[in-house]
Structure formats: C-alpha cells, structure tokens
C-alpha cells in the first residue's frame, strides 16, 4: 500500500522494493504506535494494535477483490501468461509460519 502511494509520487518499484524504502516506513510508524502500547503496564493495550490489524487485514481482502478483475485483465494479455489456481512451493511454509505465529500471538 505504501509502495502504491509512493509510486504516485514518483518513485519507481526499484526505489520502494528496498530494505531501505521499508526501513523509512516502518521504523517511524513502530515507534509513534507500537513502541508506546507497549510500554503500558499491562500488555491489554495490545489489543488495539490487534483491532487496527484485523481492520488493515478486511482492507487489503476488499481491496483485492475489487481489483482482481483489472489484474487478470493486464496478466491475460501478457505472451508467457500461465494460469494457475493454486501454486504449492517453499513460501507456503513460511506464509504458513507466519499466520500460525500471529494466531499464538493473538489468543
């Protein structure tokens, strides 16, 4: 999303797709959000940071389906254009870790 709004303001893929780019971003928005939840007595002020996530999660779902339809549309007209429903391959397991993680970390 951010990388998106940067590249309205022009700045290509190869500047926002950089450890450095994502350092610029995230670092600021810990600090004035995360950092001062957690540094409360109790960790029950956590559960706001758990609110905006499940509300940034809905988004990105809303947002995906609304623009499926265009990028299957530009991905159809491209020559080497394989379609696939569902792709198996070593992401899965971290994409796997990843979702099993922020479950433990949520209950």
């Given amino acids: ?5 940067a590249n309205q303001f022009g700045y290509g893929f190869e500047k926002t797709n950089t450890m450095t780019f994502r350092a610029l971003v995230n670092i600021p ?3 004035l959000i995360v950092v001062p939840l957690s540094a409360m007595r109790d960790m029950s002020s956590l559960a706001f940071i758990s609110l ?3 509300l940034a999660l809905v988004y990105c779902a809303v947002l995906l389906l609304v ?5 299957n ?3 159809k007209q491209k020559e080497n254009f394989k379609e696939t429903v569902f792709l198996m391959d ?3 397991l971290q ?3 990843m979702t099993f993680f922020a479950y433990t970390c949520q209950v």
């Fill in 1 to 5: 999303m951010v990388a998106y709004i």
């Fill in 73 to 75: 549309d530009v991905y």
């Fill in 29 to 31: 928005l810990d600090v």
């Fill in 52 to 54: 905006l996530t499940v």
């Fill in 90 to 92: 070593y992401n899965f």
């Fill in 95 to 97: 994409a796997c870790a």
């Fill in 67 to 71: 623009e499926l339809p265009w990028y």
